[in-house]
């Protein structure tokens, strides 16, 4: 289930507001296209300076989620892989 969460809210998101950029004849150049800017130019159109700190939000959301993921993952290797190995073999799951 997180699976589909993952790949439908980004993918959800971004062709909604890039849809609706074209829609509305932005004025977003292929540079700010390119880098993924049409969203945000989107988000500001229809909401203003809240759709900004809106994508902001989001942005710093989704940032420190990957971080957190990253991090419990070095932490699980670390603790499996190397202490319960060689550091403490007598170490338990608890």
Do not use: C, Q
């Amino acid at each position: 289930l997180g699976g589909f969460v993952w790949f439908t809210i980004p993918f959800a998101l971004a062709t909604s507001l890039g849809l609706s950029a074209v829609a509305l004849d932005l004025p977003v150049t292929p540079a700010e296209a390119g880098a993924g800017l049409v969203p945000p130019a989107a988000a500001v159109h229809f909401w203003g300076e809240a759709g900004a700190v809106g994508v902001l939000i989001l942005l710093f959301m989704a940032v420190t989620s990957t971080g957190s993921a990253e991090l419990i993952a070095v932490s699980s290797l670390f603790t499996y892989d190397v202490y319960r190995v060689y550091i403490n073999p007598a170490a338990t799951g608890e």
